[in-house]
């Protein structure tokens, strides 16, 4: 747990402080892995209000990315009562129609705006040449998992290339995180 500092130079107030409370996913980080099967996003959301509880928090807020923003998710859709909402930052909410077009390799649909436009061909863009890894997750979770727990090497080099493309970079990732904080996050998993 971290308590954020008072922002007063911002003009804040010692009441707009606040904590965060930063869980591992069972199995991730800190965490040590599961000892049962069956720790599924809705069992983590679980887990997750029920630690905030314990915690004494009576009121509090989740945000996550990637697996975090599916229990996030899934926990607004469990409404636990100290649940004051969600953040996440890798929304799932392409609709079934456009989620269609993609997979199909098909142009997007007529009418939508610029803006529209640019998200459509940045969701295709990522379908077509990064979305290999999530395919491989998804399908075949233990051949890329052992292959990076054997190699030190491999899973630098599989994180570096997401660096790349997941940084505001130009694909030079150096530009925007240093060697340390990404050999830290690599180290955590």
């Known amino acids: 747990m971290v308590r954020s500092p008072i922002p007063r130079p911002l003009g804040g107030r010692a009441e707009d402080a606040f904590d965060l409370v930063l869980p591992s996913i069972p199995g991730y980080g800190f965490s040590d892995r599961?000892?049962?099967v069956g720790w599924s996003p809705l069992r983590i959301?679980?887990?997750?209000d029920e630690l905030m509880g314990r915690l004494g928090y009576e009121r509090y807020v989740s945000q996550g990315g990637d697996w975090g923003a599916i229990i996030s998710e899934v926990m607004a859709i469990q409404a636990p009562?100290?649940?004051l909402g969600i953040h996440v930052n890798m929304p799932g909410t392409v609709p079934p129609s456009?989620?269609?077009?993609?997979?199909?390799?098909?142009?997007?649909?007529a009418g939508l705006s610029d803006a529209e436009k640019d998200a459509f061909a940045g969701l295709d863009a990522f379908y077509r040449q990064g979305f290999g890894y999530a395919a491989m997750m998804n399908t075949r979770p233990q051949t890329l998992g052992y292959g990076l727990a054997d190699s030190p090497v491999g899973m630098a080099a599989f994180f570096y290339d997401k660096f790349a493309a997941w940084t505001h970079s130009g694909r030079e990732p150096e530009r925007a995180l240093t060697r340390d904080e990404?050999?830290?996050d690599?180290?955590?998993?």
């Open 34 to 36: 599961p000892q049962e």
């Open 182 to 184: 990404m050999l830290d």
């Open 45 to 48: 959301g679980s887990a997750w």
């Open 81 to 83: 009562a100290g649940l």
């Open 98 to 109: 456009v989620a269609k077009l993609v997979k199909n390799g098909d142009p997007a649909p």
């Open 186 to 189: 690599i180290t955590l998993y």
